[in-house]
């Protein structure tokens, strides 16, 4: 096995990979060589590019299985999945309308095993491939403000084992464990920015992740570095968060 990185001649599906962690995700796919096809439910101004290359843009609704299966029957080839489609507003569980809840469980777990199911027998005919699920720390602890996502990224979570079993050897499945990205809606979640810059600081790393980051993992779990790791969560979170009760203990301070 050589020890490389480069993913030329491979097809990587990046779902909402025009923004965000999405944007950051294709270009390190493209930069490692591949060709990337993009897909969002509405089309970006700009393209994701690395390398003189651009990533293909396609509209399609994830969590459409119809759409999917159609886009899917449409692919030349595909060798690697990215879930990554996903994202929730601030909304505490008994406020907002109960669809709105229905919906972010749909946008960060349904699609993705919908997604899966359509590009596995397109991945079989190139002799298997490997599907990365874009996961959160909110899925592995309480997520306040945003319990149906967490609860959507529990749930991505075990279905990522359950998939690597099932679909193996063929098919690596994974998923990357994210704790707080740096994206062009930050603010949304941490205010200005004095306020990304504050919770930055409780990052052990002390910033928050770039999209890029997201992007260099997903490469890596793709590449045949990674040939022997599937069912996998690699958690990327910067050392992880800061227990509460040391700020709040008296001993040395």
């Not at 096995?1 to 097809?11: I, N, P, Q, R």
């Not at 459409?64 to 299966?69: H, K, L, Y």
């Not at 306020?195 to 992740?209: C, D, F, I, Q, Y």
């Not at 793709?222 to 069912?231: D, E």
Request: glycine share 12%; hydrophobic share 45%; charged share 20%.
């Amino acid at each position: 096995m050589a020890l490389t990185l480069d993913l030329g001649g491979m097809t990587a599906v990046v779902t909402g990979g025009v923004r965000g962690v999405g944007a950051g995700i294709s270009r390190a796919f493209l930069e490692a060589g591949a060709d990337v096809v993009a897909v969002a439910r509405r089309e970006p101004e700009s393209l994701p590019e690395a390398g003189g290359r651009t990533a293909r843009f396609v509209s399609l609704d994830a969590r459409d299985p119809d759409a999917v299966q159609a886009f899917a029957d449409g692919l030349d080839r595909v060798d690697v999945l990215v879930n990554n489609a996903g994202g929730t507003p601030f909304l505490p569980l008994a406020d907002g309308d109960l669809r709105t809840h229905i919906k972010i469980i749909e946008l960060n777990l349904t699609s993705a095993l919908i997604m899966a199911r359509a590009l596995r027998p397109r991945m079989l005919e190139n002799g298997g491939g490997s599907i990365v699920n874009i996961g959160s720390v909110s899925g592995e602890r309480p997520s306040p403000g945003s319990a149906a996502y967490g609860a959507a990224k529990a749930g991505l979570h075990n279905l990522t084992r359950s998939m690597a079993v099932e679909w193996a050897p063929e098919i690596r499945v994974n998923s990357l464990t994210l704790g707080m990205v740096r994206t062009e809606q930050a603010h949304l979640h941490y205010g200005d920015e004095e306020g990304v810059r504050a919770v930055a600081k409780t990052v052990p790393l002390g910033r928050l992740a770039d999209p890029y980051d997201v992007g260099a993992a997903c490469v890596f779990l793709a590449s045949g570095l990674a040939s022997y790791v599937s069912g996998s969560s690699m958690e990327l979170h910067g050392g992880g968060e800061r227990p509460a009760f040391l700020d709040a203990a008296t001993v040395n301070k």
